[in-house]
Each structure stands twice: as structure tokens, then as C-alpha cells.
């Protein structure tokens, strides 16, 4: 759907892509923060082994961003040390401007296959996690959709419409045809799937699998939220509204939980 708006439209609103982020982002915290990591300790694994477990989550994150961060930053002209030290537009986060700069350029199709393995590893990297949420979550409710996994579908499913946008449109302004584009746009959302079943497999091995792959997930999920979503919406869109659409989107979180 992402891909199709970009395609259509060619442009994106950054107060509207920075206010879904954030609402979002708040929606998906409450659901980790109030829904899976409790699921996580309830398994009764202990909970330093799941705040291990979610300390691992962010790290891995974290360091895997980095250091696609620190070998592909330099090549983006705009890039420098004046620039804030996270992404301030959605094909930062995700590097389709990486590869727009290896297209406009017309490198050779080595160099654009590296420069997409490289997007395609950073895409990865937001929708492994996403979709072991989905899949630890259903693991959890014993292989039945519960609340919170639809919930997480949802939302994810939303969250990811602007990052399409964010992959088609850099792609199409660099020259690529627009069916291409939004071809590569939708095989972007596989890791997605990759990331559910690897999470409902983890779950489904027993309660310390289960416990792992709620706190892991949970954890990538949290440094995505805080370490990227909320301070790219606010670079997106200055002001505090972006902050209240993140605590509208924790109140909805909690009446979804709870209600």
C-alpha cells in the first residue's frame, strides 16, 4: 500500500508521516510494555532472564544499526557533521536514500546490488523484530489470534505504509520504473513474515523459548520506539504534537489491552 501511495502521489507529508510514527510507536509500547513482556515473565522463566533477554534485544539492534549506519552514512552528500546523529526522514531509516544516491548516479549494477542488499539488511532489521511480536504474541495464545497479536498486525501493518512510501518514492525520482518499484517496496514487508514465524517457532519450543523470544523482540521493539520512531517524528514534524500522538496512541494501547 505504501509503495502505491508513493507511486501515485511521489511526495510524503512529513507532519502526517511524523504524527502516524508516533501514534503508533506509542501504541506498539503499551502493547510491549503492558501486554508481551508480561506475558514474557508470566511464563515463570524468572525475570532476569527476561530482562536479559530484552537487554540482548536492544543491543543487537542497536549495534547492527550502527554499523550499517556508520559504512553507508558518508556516501549520502547531505549527511554530515551538521546533520542529527538519527534519521530525520523515513528514507534515512531505512536507507532507500543510500541506494537512490548508488541509482541517480547510474553505478554499475553491482554497486546498486550492494547498495539494496544494504536497504534490504536495514529494512530487516525493523521487520524482523515487528513481526517476532506478532508471532511470540500468538505462540502465547496457544496458536490463537488473540488481542494483542491482531493488535500488533494492525498497527505494524500501518506503521509500515510510510516506510513503503519512504522505499518507492527515492526509487522512482532516481529513474525506476514505477511497477519495479513497487515490486522491490513490497518484497521489503518479507522480513516481516520471516520474523513471525521465527518468533512463534521460538515460542512454541516451551516456556524459555517462548519467555526469549517475547523479551528479544520486546526489546528490539523498544529501542526501535525510543532509539528511532519518536526522535525521527519529532525531527520530522518540530513541535509537541508528535508527543501527544505517542500518548494517545499508549491510552489506546491501553484500552485495547484491558477494555
Not at 93 to 111: N, R
Amino acid at each position: 500500500m505504501g509503495g502505491l501511495i508513493g507511486a501515485m502521489l511521489q511526495k510524503d507529508s512529513s507532519r502526517t508521516v511524523s504524527l502516524l510514527l508516533s501514534f503508533a510507536g506509542g501504541v506498539m509500547l503499551s502493547v510491549v510494555c503492558f501486554d508481551l513482556v508480561v506475558e514474557a515473565i508470566e511464563t515463570g522463566i524468572g525475570v532476569l532472564t527476561v530482562i536479559l533477554a530484552i537487554a540482548i534485544g536492544v543491543a543487537v539492534i542497536y549495534i547492527l544499526n550502527y554499523l550499517i549506519d556508520k559504512h553507508t552514512n558518508p556516501e549520502v552528500p547531505h549527511i554530515d557533521a551538521n546533520h542529527p546523529k538519527t534519521a530525520d526522514a523515513l528514507d534515512e531509516l531505512i536507507h532507500s536514500d543510500h541506494y537512490g544516491v548508488h541509482f541517480a548516479k547510474k553505478d554499475s549494477k553491482f554497486a546498486l546490488m550492494i547498495a539494496g542488499m544494504v536497504m534490504a539488511c536495514a529494512i530487516a532489521l525493523h521487520n524482523v523484530p515487528e513481526g517476532m511480536t506478532i508471532g511470540a504474541s500468538y505462540a502465547s495464545n496457544d496458536g490463537v489470534m488473540g488481542s494483542s497479536a491482531l493488535v500488533l498486525a494492525v498497527l505494524i501493518g500501518l506503521h509500515n505504509i510510510p516506510e513503503g512510501m519512504a522505499v518507492s518514492v527515492p526509487l522512482i525520482s532516481g529513474g525506476m520504473n514505477k511497477p519495479k518499484a513497487v515490486l522491490m517496496t513490497a518484497l521489503s514487508g518479507v522480513p516481516t513474515i520471516v520474523g513471525a514465524m521465527l518468533g512463534f517457532w521460538l515460542g512454541e519450543i516451551g516456556a524459555l523459548g517462548l519467555a526469549l523470544s517475547l523479551g528479544f523482540a520486546s526489546g528490539a521493539m523498544l529501542y526501535v520506539v525510543f532509539g528511532e520512531i519518536l526522535p525521527q517524528a519529532i525531527l520530522m514534524y518540530h513541535s509537541k504534537l508528535p508527543a501527544f500522538s505517542a500518548i494517545g496512541g499508549m491510552l489506546l494501547g491501553l484500552f485495547i489491552i484491558f477494555a
